[in-house]
């Protein structure tokens, strides 16, 4: 605890010095008053949680560098712990990382917390952390999130310190280490075995069979002491919406997620379940090729983000579980949102307007569509091609397979649907999809103005500069990007009645941030 | 005869094989790129590639595969690293044991309103048999099994969904897969039952079951002991297409009931591109197929002395 | 008056007004016609008027619907009122409007498909019962090796590699479908090709396609129509399915499959919404069978009750 107590650190005029220890101050601020832990009625231990996702398949690998959805990500939460825990409210909680600091933001030292054993009973050590982390790096690494890490350019132990060396400076460091992929796990010779289930986190895998269920027993070595209050866990992959719902009503399962909109009404006059709704930075996107026409010209992109209802598809396609977008990617969760900006509405005339101004009369697209992208992505769709018909904006909806989605259409089709499900850090936002030939650039957009301002804002100090080049970045993405953004989706899940949950639930990922199976209880 | 029969199943085996193989190399994508989804990136994917071999010409991956499946190793899931005979021993016994549960209930039923709605040809149970039937097959199936788990489940009765684990025992097997048995019945008894009472009055017409009838036997004696052990080839037939549908077709009430049968697996590995998983359980379907319908030619063949002796 | 009691009043007014219409029949027709309406039995008389009806619903469509396939006419899910008489759908759209266009689109689709699937499948089943030998043996193991495939998983293996335009469907489905047709047939007609006739039309010199068409065919045809009959509801099963695994038709198209699917959950709260297209496939499937079991129990010379 190098660092007790800071004040909140919004909105001053810090050292460069203050901002890097900013996080890891407001991290060990969190371990003193444990976050999620902030409900008045009194936590039970015990009970079986069972949780049912529309998640999961036969081919789920065990390999953290090839996670990718719900299940595997709650999973791990279950058997895992990181470097960094995001708190419920957002801030960074040590985990097992003590604390962390730079002086330059090139250099960064995290202190590994000692004492604690992996399920097999081992220690963990320093060493253990860096083949955690090189898992995901080096010629051979097949990670998804190879590329994010690149940025790093030496992993050592120093005692029982981590320090971590960075091609340039960021200032965001330590919330790329809470990244999901990264669960710290036993490494024999340098190397972590990617089909164990081994780890230090809350529950000890007793049966996993991909695809279809995962059971757990608690950790009774566990090193936290408010958490984990489940006997046992047990997460089920349930595919179908209908058979989700049918499992929560009859008691098969306690949570569940995706609820379809359409019964969010219906499952509450049951009775027997309570929908949590979190507002979060996820948002579902309808990327545009830049490179080519029609989208090369802002004044057609600028008539089809006029061209569409965004409130009435909030209430039909998210059910009212969500919040219009402004075709910004950083959503209202994020520190530097922009909430002030001039908000896009439906506006045909404008539509036609801009259409005017690129010398065409109307315009025929192809806006090619799967549930694959998000949960009601060909509605979503098919409502955006009904109200562009207004502006003299044919829009001619291709609904193509789920299989193959990412692969055959995300960025080889001009016009598709696409969701993001949010960065914590404005940066790692922008970064991703919107810098200039960034891998997941599905835009293909590129913005001198923007990349210079991402690369000033990386290393900025200055809160008020920083905020304001973010604001500037986010008024170039809504007005001159080539992404339509109509909303943001809140994480949907219904829970039985019988379970106890926090009154802040975590919004940077599903499931109050994957942790609900450590920060839930039986009521 | 039958050794002839194997032989041919055998070549088939091997056609399917190629067939899906040739399929799946046809869809977009591979392996590497649906394990990375969304966050692939050219250059981890070229490493996946090489580290799952999928960089060999598609002969000579074939040509692996079949070596290895001709010695009996069936390899393993790619996506996974787990030996495939692992992945689908459970799962091929939970497929085989619906679908038996699902024949006993539904051919006795369709066997049954078949010969009476014969016997009683044109009344207005044989037109309710039909019309019930006919409009039970023509609900999907996710649609029948989610109104069986609204009258049935949400009231308690049975439960939603299957979990079966080591531990449990026949009689809880049989209570959990009710529903998911129930819904297959619906589904197939329609089909059986309208053919075995077309077979049988397709006979009835028959001059040797008009002397039956001007001996003044009983109709019902007619039915059963004249017309239907004539009758049993194309009823037998068309019972074994049922039960190898059973087997092989049920993804749809597999995912209702999250059922973990071969059926999910087929669609997952399919959608993953995890081609040793896929042509395992591509071949068990064609056996499966190959075999029920080896298996009704047999006993059509018992069933009738004529056809015993016709080559 | 609730839904199950406003769908027997519904059935049993169907019923009452095919009676009237065959009654009418036997009164005024003569010749032939009188005789085909004279031993037509009343499920016969319903099947046609329901097929009738979707027919001219089909037809008819857009001078039928209150609105446009496609139009977004108001809030989601509305309730069954004046304006909306079956409510709205997800998004929307008239409930009522896209029923009436799904008749047109699925009965479409549903009889391109089938009778694709069976001028394939029976000319081929025939050809092959007829020739016998290598030609049979190729296209019997060709059939087999392709039936061995389950036809959901032989499909989404297609749709996925072609897409799935409407075009595309139809062919796929059709593709599988003929399988089993082209097994029917040649079973068929493998019991006729040892017919004397056939013998005494081979001795006169007559060619293969003279002697389908005019020998073999016109015996084989009640076990086809038969099965006809089931293979075309069964086009609306498969389209279901196919929605199932996310391969249905492509909106804005209104068709009964995929609404089905589109408002399935909703039956899990006792919601009758689902059950309307579900219940127009259904009628169909009664209908167009009830007028091919009457059609072969004419075939089958049988001439009691």
């Known amino acids: 605890m190098k660092y007790p107590k800071l004040p909140a650190m919004a909105n001053r005029g810090v050292s460069r010095r203050g901002v890097l220890q900013g996080a890891a101050a407001l991290g060990a601020a969190g371990l003193i008053l444990p976050h999620g832990v902030t409900s008045a009625r009194a936590q039970t231990r015990g009970g079986t949680f069972r949780i049912g996702l529309g998640h999961g398949s036969t081919t789920d690998s065990l390999d953290p560098g090839l996670w990718d959805n719900l299940y595997v990500q709650t999973f791990a939460a279950a058997r895992h712990n990181q470097l960094i825990e995001v708190g419920a409210d957002g801030q960074l909680v040590p985990e097992m990382a003590t604390s962390w600091e730079s002086a330059d933001g090139v250099t960064w030292v995290f202190g590994i917390r000692e004492g604690v054993t992996f399920h097999s009973g081992r220690t963990v050590t320093v060493d253990d952390v860096i083949a955690s982390i090189n898992h995901h790096r080096g010629e051979e690494a097949t990670s998804a999130i190879k590329t994010l890490l690149s940025a790093i350019s030496d992993v050592r132990a120093d005692g029982q310190n981590l320090v971590i060396t960075l091609e340039a400076a960021n200032a965001d460091l330590p919330y790329l280490m809470t990244d999901y992929h990264i669960p710290i796990m036993p490494a024999t010779d340098g190397r972590i075995d990617p089909a164990s289930t081994d780890g230090v986190g809350p529950y000890i895998v007793e049966s996993y069979e991909p695809g279809v269920q995962a059971s757990l027993t608690r950790n009774p070595n566990y090193w936290k002491e408010n958490r984990a209050w489940f006997d046992r866990v047990e997460i089920l992959s349930i595919l179908d919406p209908a058979a989700r719902l049918n499992a929560l009503i009859t008691g098969e399962v306690h949570l569940i997620d995706q609820v379809d909109p359409a019964t969010i009404g219906m499952l509450e006059g049951r009775g027997v379940a309570r929908i949590l709704s979190i507002p979060a930075n996820a948002h579902y996107v309808f990327p545009m090729d830049a490179r080519a026409a029609p989208f090369s010209d802002n004044n057609v992109r600028l008539a089809l983000k006029y061209a569409l209802d965004r409130q009435a598809m909030v209430d039909t396609i998210l059910g009212g579980h969500g919040a219009v977008s402004n075709d910004n990617p950083i959503g209202p969760a994020n520190r530097y949102f922009f909430a002030d900006m001039e908000q896009k509405g439906y506006d045909p005339d404008r539509a036609r307007f801009h259409l005017r101004e690129a010398g065409l009369e109307s315009l025929d697209v192809t806006l090619k569509a799967a549930d694959a992208a998000f949960s009601g992505a060909v509605d979503a769709a098919s409502m955006f091609s009904e109200n562009a018909r207004a502006a003299g904006i044919n829009i001619t909806v291709d609904r193509v397979p789920n299989d193959g989605y990412w692969d055959n259409v995300w960025m080889k089709e001009p016009f598709v649907a696409s969701y993001w499900g949010g960065r914590a850090v404005e940066d790692h936002m922008f970064t991703t999809a919107y810098a200039t030939g960034a891998d997941w650039n599905d835009s293909f957009w590129s913005n001198e103005r923007f990349d210079e301002l991402l690369l000033a804002a990386r290393s900025e100090v200055n809160e008020d500069l920083r905020r304001e080049m973010y604001h500037e970045m986010q008024q170039i993405v809504s007005f001159e990007g080539s992404v339509v953004i109509p909303m943001y989706n809140n994480f949907v899940m219904a829970v039985a009645n019988g379970v106890g949950t926090p009154e802040q639930i975590g919004s940077n990922w599903n499931l109050d941030g994957f942790r609900c199976v450590e920060r839930w209880w039986m009521a | 005869m039958i050794l002839t029969r194997v032989a041919l199943g055998i070549g088939l085996l091997f056609v399917v094989s190629l067939v899906i193989f040739w399929a799946t190399e046809l869809l977009p994508g591979d392996l590497a790129s649906q394990l990375l989804g969304q966050s692939a990136t050219p250059e981890t994917l070229a490493a996946l590639r090489e580290q799952l071999g999928l960089n060999d010409p598609a002969p000579v991956r074939y040509w692996n595969w079949l070596s290895g499946a001709l010695t009996g190793d069936f390899g393993v899931s790619l996506a996974t690293n787990r030996p495939i005979a692992d992945l689908i021993g459970a799962r091929l016994g939970n497929t085989v044991f619906l679908a038996l549960y699902a024949a006993a209930l539904s051919v006795p039923i369709a066997l049954t309103l078949g010969i009476l709605s014969a016997l009683w040809r044109n009344s207005i149970f044989d037109r309710a048999a039909n019309a019930g039937a006919l409009g039970a097959i023509s609900l999907p199936e996710f649609f029948v099994a989610y109104i069986l788990v609204l009258w049935l489940a949400q009231t308690g009765l049975f439960p939603s969904m299957v979990r079966i684990n080591p531990t449990t025992t026949m009689g809880e097997r049989l209570y959990m897969t009710f529903l998911p048995a129930l819904t297959l019945t619906l589904v197939v008894t329609a089909h059986m039952m309208r053919m075995t009472r077309a077979a049988i009055i397709n006979l009835m017409a028959s001059p040797y079951i008009e002397m039956a009838r001007l001996k003044g036997l009983s109709p019902l004696r007619i039915v059963l002991r004249h017309a239907l052990p004539n009758a049993l080839a194309p009823i037998i037939n068309v019972v074994a297409l049922n039960l190898a549908y059973l087997i092989t077709g049920v993804v749809v009430v597999e995912v209702v009931f999250v059922y973990p049968g071969l059926g999910q697996l087929m669609v997952d590995a399919v959608s993953n591109r995890d081609i040793a998983v896929v042509q395992a359980v591509a071949l068990i379907f064609a056996t499966a197929y190959v075999g029920l319908n080896l298996i009704a030619d047999v006993l059509s063949t018992l069933s009738n002395p004529r056809l015993m002796h016709r080559r | ?305």
């Open chain 3, 1 to 305: 008056m609730g839904f199950a009691a406003t769908v027997t009043l519904g059935l049993a007014g169907l019923f009452a007004l095919a009676w009237v219409i065959r009654a009418g029949g036997r009164a005024v027709l003569t010749g032939q016609s009188r005789s085909l309406v004279n031993d037509m039995p009343l499920t016969a008389a319903f099947g046609l008027l329901v097929i009738l009806i979707y027919a001219i619903v089909a037809i008819a469509a857009p001078v039928l619907a209150p609105f446009p396939e496609r139009e977004i006419v108001g809030s989601q899910f509305q309730a069954w009122n004046a304006e909306h008489p079956l409510g709205t759908d997800r998004i929307g759209r008239d409930m009522l409007s896209r029923l009436i266009y799904g008749a047109r689109n699925t009965v479409g689709i549903a009889f391109a498909t089938t009778a694709l699937a069976f001028v394939v499948g029976s000319i081929l089943g025939l050809w092959a019962a007829l020739t016998g030998g290598w030609l049979d043996q190729l296209l019997s193991r060709f059939v087999d090796a392709l039936m061995a495939i389950p036809a959901l998983i032989f499909s989404l293996l297609l749709l996925t590699i072609f897409g799935t335009s409407v075009l595309s469907l139809i062919l796929v489905i059709a593709a599988v479908d003929a399988t089993r047709v082209f097994r029917l047939a040649r079973s068929v007609a493998q019991g006729i090709v040892v017919m004397d006739y056939i013998e005494a039309a081979k001795l006169r010199g007559e060619g293969a396609w003279f002697l389908i068409r005019r020998e073999i065919l016109p015996n084989a045809m009640a076990p086809l129509v038969a099965e006809f009959g089931l293979r075309f509801c069964f086009v609306f099963l498969s389209i279901s399915s196919l929605s199932f695994l996310g391969l249905g038709i492509k909106p804005p198209t209104a068709d009964w499959g995929s609404m089905v699917r589109d408002n399935a959950t909703l039956i899990t709260f006792g919601d009758v919404t689902p059950l309307l297209p579900a219940g127009c496939i259904a009628l169909l499937t009664v209908a167009v069978n009830f007028v091919v079991d009457w059609q072969l129990h004419r075939a089958s010379g049988l001439k009691e009750g």
